[in-house]
């Protein structure tokens, strides 16, 4: 987009009145999105943003711009802008940009530029019919498609210099069951680093199907009971467990704000021993994956808890740099317009050794959780709110009926320094990571879990 000679022209201006680290991140993005509600396709959206932010630390302070215009003359000006925010000498800076290469890289089966409209928009015709055709008791249902195509360059005043390319595709579908005055919701969605090709390996009509008969299913079902209770997570919840109560918690940011309940726990026993938590950017296929971050650093795969013990916390450049530290490749932004901060990419509980079939057989009673909804979790104390989305009942080891308007309250660490059963399963889940009003795109994941007791709010029927 920009040669390398010009880069290194504007770093050198970001710096020439003082100030540690001076860096560009350029930005090309194209995105299609498609919505369909009430039978008709309503919108088909695509789009073209280009621009650059310029950021410039000094000390503990940190400069921030960017423009659309990335032409020599338009980013001087907004390396010129960032450089009279830095303080201290200023600095001649000769640089020698050096690629990085990446860690893992990721192949694209079928580049969503080079796939028709017509051919997306059958993509979500065919969710829509199929969600219908399951029940006339389905009364609505929304289908969203999206994909981004996204192309940066990154270069730095420590000689970092990255070309890289991103490619996600997306589906998402919601569906609404109606009987007498009982209305009830399913949702589905798949995406991932990767092209058109995501639906050879999903099918739109079976996200489509599971959706709309999690709608149906849901206005049979019992009000959910209240109290204290086991609760079996089962490995298709997703991992929203993991990413609320606990991920966010490991960022760095946070930890040093002390804004986290991990913060100062280095080494000491935080979760069972059974439990292990990772965070890996460089996972095949997965929505969170990529080959560098944000701030030109590979994709890295970082174990953040281990057998329980706290081992690591997610770093940018910044956070690392306040603790003399490299980062662990978590720089991430929503785009151009945004600075880095630490996020997840994809996050998880590893598997362990439990047949998820047992876990059930070996809870007397309690709470089977199928899939998790949304919720509240506070980082500072590690406490949660969770709606369950798809509960059944257990009971004498056995799955019996569905019940609705459940929600599970605890504090994450807490949750997880009692859990006694992993399975060796492992089940992902897509979403939009919302953080300083930026969101980036994330998995997250966890095997069927049991976790002896956790409080249970029920409803009034």
């Not at 280095?266 to 296929?285: E, F, H, S």
């Not at 890295?300 to 706290?310: A, D, P, S």
Request: hydrophobic share 35%.
């Amino acid at each position: 987009m920009v040669p390398k000679d010009v880069l290194s022209d504007v770093l050198a201006i970001a710096l020439r009145q003082g100030g540690d680290f001076a860096e560009v991140y350029l930005e090309r993005k194209r995105n299609t999105g498609i919505g369909l509600e009430a039978n008709q396709v309503e919108r088909v959206v695509s789009g073209l943003d280009v621009g650059a932010g310029i950021r410039v630390i000094s000390g503990e302070n940190t400069a921030y711009a960017y423009t659309n215009d990335i032409s020599r003359e338009g980013l001087e000006k907004v390396a010129g802008v960032v450089a009279r925010a830095a303080k201290g000498p200023g600095k001649d800076l000769v640089l020698d940009l050096r690629e990085v290469k990446p860690v893992a890289d990721f192949t694209i089966g079928r580049r969503p530029d080079q796939v028709p409209v017509d051919d997306k928009v059958a993509v979500v015709q065919r969710a829509n019919q199929t969600a219908r055709a399951v029940d006339e008791r389905v009364k609505q249902v929304t289908v969203g498609y999206g994909d981004v195509q996204q192309q940066v360059v990154i270069a730095n005043t420590e000689g970092t210099y990255v070309e890289d390319e991103r490619t996600r595709t997306r589906l998402v579908v919601n569906a609404v069951a109606a009987e007498g005055a009982a209305i009830q919701t399913g949702y589905e969605a798949a995406g991932g680093f990767c092209g058109f090709e995501l639906f050879e390996e999903v099918s739109p009509e079976e996200l489509a199907t599971k959706a709309a008969r999690r709608a149906v299913m849901m206005l049979g079902a019992k009000p959910a009971p209240a109290g204290k209770m086991p609760v079996v997570m089962a490995g298709e919840a997703g991992g929203t467990m993991v990413h609320e109560a606990c991920g966010h918690g490991l960022e760095a940011d946070l930890v040093q704000k002390q804004l986290s309940v991990y913060a100062g726990k280095k080494g000491r026993q935080v979760a069972a021993p059974l439990i292990t938590v990772v965070d890996d950017a460089t996972i095949g296929g997965k929505y969170g994956s990529f080959r560098f971050d944000d701030e030109g650093e590979p994709g890295q795969k970082t174990v953040l808890i281990e057998n329980g013990v706290l081992r690591e916390y997610m770093y940018d450049y910044l956070t690392g740099r306040k603790e003399k530290r490299k980062s662990t490749g978590n720089g991430r932004r929503e785009s151009y317009q945004d600075k880095p901060i630490p996020r997840m990419t994809n996050t998880y509980i590893a598997p362990g050794k439990d047949d998820p079939e047992k876990i059930i057989r070996e809870t007397r009673s309690g709470l089977l959780v199928k899939k998790m909804g949304g919720g509240q979790v506070n980082t500072t104390t590690g406490d949660f709110v969770f709606d369950v989305a798809e509960g059944y009942l257990i009971k004498d080891g056995e799955v019996t009926v569905p019940v609705r308007g459940a929600t599970l309250t605890g504090n994450g660490p807490e949750v997880l320094r009692i859990v006694d059963m992993v399975g060796k399963d492992l089940g992902f889940a897509i979403g939009t990571c919302g953080k300083d009003g930026q969101g980036v795109p994330v998995s997250d994941a966890q095997p069927t879990l049991r976790i002896p007791e956790l409080v249970v709010g029920g409803i009034l029927d």
